[in-house]
């Protein structure tokens, strides 16, 4: 579509634009955004429900509302597409070649309209507190509007921001965006509430928010911009925290994301295209693995208990897959803290609870890791996924898990570097009963060795020697130790040296013997791991060999936030190559 | 008062002996619990208000009750005295030589009725759910009860276990204590509905409980046992979520505990004897220095808020002081999540927000140091109290802040050694517009050098080389500065050498210049930390020498959870003292 074929969006080139458009031509323009971004979510892949579903409302509001004088938080801002086009940036939407110029997230370095960057859920009604609170400080006025996902009202931070939202004596709106659904179905009680309330128009007494002390208005249609206008202009300037629960329809306008909600939450490029298909075979993947695991243990084990917060399909639990695990299958909602909790709790009773967690959640739950779990040493196996250096989006990164979960006591944390320890990891994770282990599950193609791994992990701390050479130790990490392969060829080839090549399996300990009897016929240790330096793996073995002669260089990531930086950019920035390897190493042998 | 004259506690050594006393009996039981709780945590210190709120309801629930089949989940179990009491550890309160024998939280390890180690708040909903579903994953029987205090309900963990609770299909009982107060007054939308139950004897259709989905009682009078026995009869092996809220008083049956509830939630050894005075003047002190910071800024800047996670006396913040800071402070209830996210939106918002906040508790809310407040770059001024090696209760430990905070990119985490840095840190922190900041403030004596520090923090990652010598340089952070000052001096006597001395002032960086310089005429560095070296600060120096000759040392605690083993074993333990230092560097000079 070209700017000529947008009849109305032509004339938008920022929120005021909109003030002097009729309620027909408003809706013209929800459906050349609507048109737009389906075009552009098809091609770089992207969150499609969410947007299409917040769209109406998105003009409503910048109708209605005057920022960035009024200001709007978006929580997890995964549906800020239709705002975007609104602020000055539909040319990352008009034009194909502008398609990456705009994160998918609220970014303040793009725009003033923007007010925070924001990935992570559950966070808006704390941050509009904030705002509205310095405002009246300052003693300005204007409206704070925050603007939640149904899905994020289960998190403690969501739940702790109302809380306290509530009793401002002043102005602060809470759009409550309902379209049923969180990535997958609600869990929770708070959403049987929200469909009684959805029921009976809004006017069941018996409600969540009003009891919380918030003055409260609903709006039924949540996709019809004159209505939306019509309660947004009630509440504008209102003098007192207030929500407003507007009942959307995720994915709106496109038939297939309207039916399949789940699977349309966030798609993969290409996905709307004829040749696409849902039904594609799948490789073995250490997901498939998993998933594998946990239905064979299913079948045998009454006591197995999955848990999950809101994410399942990056886990691979399916719809299919969830009916089939039953009762032995909890999804908590967004409620990290919750997840490792509950599961500590099933672990003390008796029950053999498996979390699986995405590198970048785990972040929401460091006291319960620390406190419900390790304190209580609970015998729970979580599965840390996609953990390792990427180029994602800055709010999404995976480089932080290992500082954050092997410096706690009690923790072990396991890195498997094939499909055969992982698999013999999982079982013994899963059926010791003795202590929290996480597994990082490997974020690469498999590798299979094609012989099973018999080790007993309940030896801790014990690496592998995979093979004995001199001068130079490497050892690998996890989904790093095949680096760790290929840097021993380059040092060959290079040097003529044969080094020594470690998989340490054990992320939080040292193997004092083993690296003790380096020091005889070694001068360098190598160390590498998919994630930040800083407080990491590499660090530890250093400290070992800090009073000693032995020469120690780490690899991983600099401590920075990065923000859609290609992996291979970040891997010679963090001389992640077996060639800037050995080129560091030539100084030292 | 000795065994034998306890007539009624002398018959219970378990909460089976409790089944046959008569209601009389009962209430003699809890009197003279009263008078034990009392006399034992006059002479120890620890927490009196809540134990003696929850003395009847304890007696209540293990009548009616059959712990541990029954099992019963406290929630910050700092009101777990009673309990104990009478599940076979009266002896640690009737005789004052085992008045240390048991911890004051519940520990598994001293019972079967203790399910948990728990001290930080806000998990016990989250805990009894894993607990119950893992009972009926096992089709067995038995009751789950949750005892939480009202201060608990606004933390998110506590939330989003109640949002969970209440969707399970079977029996979990949560006691809601609510004796209206937190440590300090309650803050929060929810109290106030806790407020309207209490004064419509629960009858009020508006009902916080009720709208997530559970069953509600209500019982106006917790603190007499015959009414609480009736109630928990009726929800004993109920088949659903069901709340019990009861209206306790906290410290009731100690009159002064009653009138004076935020001072008596817990208290110092001899705080009831007759030489005891509120009016002491304490000496000056790293909280003193703050607190008149803080009481100068609201005179001069209406821009200023202070933020607290409802804990206003670990800084001192007296009702006095609350009073005085008016609208420049806000204590946000038990919610160190939405602390951070709202002190960097009101950051954002322009006004200029330092959060106080306990070590310990600053585990709370790491994804939104990163998130909400490290990415976004808002300038909070955050201060970090009681970090430290201590002897303290495994859950309250304070050595875990380093690791936590100062391996999220962004955050410039500042380690104070003396009154002067510590208030030219302050006004750094407060004035700039950049980063967020946190400063460790020292946990010790204050030490003033009488000359102001005019120091220019906006620099990053300068360290202070406070004497230059040779050979050996010892690197002492924050507070173990003066541990470094006197290890040099050992090593002087023991050695004739000199030794540079360095304050590196930055927690979150590396002094390249400096640490480089040293290399020409040091052979060895000595790192000192008063925390957990596990992904601390001395590990990156370490890192930063991997590939050179120079030698380092790092000395702070190990990655252990300790309960209350005394200040100066853990000193021995770590080798970080001056003698044992130099005893390290022998073999290294």
Known sequence: MLLDTVNVLNKVNNPQDLKTLSISELNTLADEMRELIIKKVNTTGGHMGPNLGILEATIAFHYVFNSPYDKIVFDVSHQCYPHKILTGRKEGFLNPDSYLKYTGYTAPEESEHDLFKVGHTSTAASLACGLAKARDLKGEDGNVVALVGDGSLSGGEAL??????????????IIINDNDMSIAENHGGVYKNLQELRETNGQ????FFKTLGFDYYYVDEGNNIEKLIETFKQVKDIDHPTIVHIHTQKGHGLKVAEENKEAFHWIMPGTLDENSSENTEYPESYS??????????AKEDEKLMVVNAATPGVFGFSSDIRAKLGKHYTDVGIAEEHAVAYSS???KGGAKPIFA????????TYDQMSQDLCLNNSPLAMLVYWGGISGQDCTHL????IPLISNIPNMVYLAPTNKEEYLSMLEYAYNQNERPVAIR??????????????????????YKMVEKGGKVAIIGLGDFFELGRKAKEEIKNRFGIDSTLINPRFITGIDEDMLESLKSDHDVVITL???VLDGGFGEKITRFYGNSNMKVLNYGAKKEFTDRVPENILYDRYRLKPELIAEDLKSLI
């Not at 967690?357 to 929401?364: C, G, K, L």
Request: hydrophobic share 35%.
């Open 160 to 173: 702790e921001g109302l809380d306290n939202a509530a009793t401002l004596n002043s102005n602060i709106i």
């Open 204 to 207: 069941s007494q018996n409600n």
């Open 288 to 297: 498939s693995l998993t998933l594998d695991f946990i239905l064979n243990k």
């Open 345 to 347: 709790a099933l672990a």
């Open 357 to 364: 967690v995405m590198s970048s959640f785990v972040q929401r």
């Open 398 to 401: 995976c480089v932080f898990d």
């Open 441 to 462: 599950v490997p974020n690469c193609d498999l590798i299979s060795t094609g012989s099973s791994d018999n080790t007993d992990y309940s030896q801790l701390n014990k």
């Open 529 to 531: 791991e998919n994630g």
